[in-house]
Each structure stands twice: as structure tokens, then as C-alpha cells.
């Protein structure tokens, strides 16, 4: 098998990672053409998404999925509303939080998922513990 050197991200890579006679690797030029890449910082954008990519596979339960009707159920037991302000959330505009962030070693399962609004959930961001504020206008009793 043939390999060569990418000269954005300095990789070695197979040959068919590459178009013909191009210099740059396929995922370098996708990634430059659709405006996701800034010269200079592709080897820090490559190592981000693989250490993210890493730690969403390490929090995944084999066999678990979490359904939209999961959510939906989910979203219905909160009342519809953000879990940290209580405002009501439209479903389109839901942000679901991961109580403990996943790559503090948090696992993907409904019972670590909260509807946040946008803002609440990027203000919270991967804090971890976070202090949790339990609406008055929940409905039903209080999750485990």
C-alpha cells in the first residue's frame, strides 16, 4: 500500500485518502472548502474531534438507545420547560444537557439528559458538579 504525507495536517495516510495529484488530504480539503478549517489550526481542530469522538464512544452503553419518544417522554416529565430557568422550550429548540458532561466520564443515558434552553445549557457548559435547581412547576415527582 502506498502512503503520503498530507500537507495540511502532516498525517500519513493511504494514498486513496487523497485526491489525485493533490496535496492535501480529503477531510483537510472538506474541511477548508466548507469554511470549518483555519489555516494553522488544523492539527489542534483533528486532535479536538478525535479526543471528542473518543469520549462519546467511551460514554455510549452498548445496547442502549435513547429514542425520540424517549425524549419526548422525557421532555414531558419536565413540564416542558428548561430545567435551569423554567422557561417554556419549544421541542424544535430543545438543548439536551448532560447533567454530568461526558467527558468527565458521564455516560450517555436518559437519566443523565435535562432540556436546557440553548442559552441555559452553553452558560452551564462541561461544569461539573453544577448546582441544580429544581423548578416548582415540575410535573411528577423528582428524577433519580
Same mark, same amino acid.
Given at each position: 500500500?502506498?502512503?503520503? &504525507?498530507?500537507?495540511?495536517?502532516?498525517?500519513?495516510?493511504?494514498?486513496?485518502?487523497?485526491?489525485?495529484?493533490?496535496?492535501?488530504?480529503?477531510?483537510? +480539503? &472538506?474541511?477548508?472548502?466548507?469554511?470549518?478549517?483555519?489555516?494553522?489550526?488544523? &492539527?489542534?481542530?483533528? +486532535?479536538?474531534?478525535?479526543?471528542?469522538?473518543?469520549?462519546?464512544?467511551? &460514554?455510549?452503553?452498548?445496547?442502549?438507545?435513547?429514542?425520540?419518544?424517549?425524549?419526548?417522554?422525557?421532555?414531558?416529565?419536565?413540564?416542558?420547560?428548561?430545567?435551569?430557568? %423554567? +422557561?417554556? /422550550?419549544?421541542?424544535?429548540?430543545? %438543548?439536551?444537557?448532560?447533567?454530568?458532561?461526558?467527558?468527565?466520564?458521564? /455516560?450517555?443515558?436518559?437519566?443523565?439528559?435535562?432540556?436546557?434552553?440553548?442559552?441555559?445549557?452553553?452558560?452551564?457548559?462541561?461544569?461539573?458538579?453544577?448546582?441544580?435547581?429544581?423548578?416548582?412547576?415540575?410535573?411528577?415527582?423528582?428524577?433519580?
Amino acid at each position: 500500500m502506498d502512503w503520503k &504525507a498530507c500537507a495540511e495536517c502532516d498525517r500519513i495516510l493511504p494514498r486513496q485518502a487523497f485526491q489525485s495529484k493533490q496535496s492535501r488530504c480529503k477531510e483537510c +480539503r &472538506a474541511l477548508r472548502d466548507h469554511g470549518r478549517l483555519r489555516p494553522g489550526n488544523l &492539527a489542534t481542530q483533528l +486532535r479536538k474531534r478525535a479526543a471528542r469522538s473518543e469520549r462519546e464512544q467511551a &460514554a455510549r452503553v452498548p445496547g442502549y438507545v435513547i429514542t425520540d419518544e424517549l425524549l419526548r417522554q422525557k421532555l414531558r416529565h419536565w413540564g416542558r420547560r428548561c430545567h435551569e430557568c %423554567s +422557561r417554556p /422550550l419549544e421541542s424544535v429548540h430543545v %438543548s439536551w444537557d448532560h447533567v454530568k458532561p461526558l467527558h468527565k466520564q458521564g /455516560l450517555h443515558l436518559l437519566s443523565n439528559l435535562r432540556p436546557m434552553c440553548p442559552s441555559c445549557n452553553s452558560r452551564k457548559g462541561a461544569k461539573w458538579p453544577y448546582p441544580i435547581r429544581y423548578s416548582a412547576r415540575l410535573t411528577g415527582p423528582l428524577p433519580h
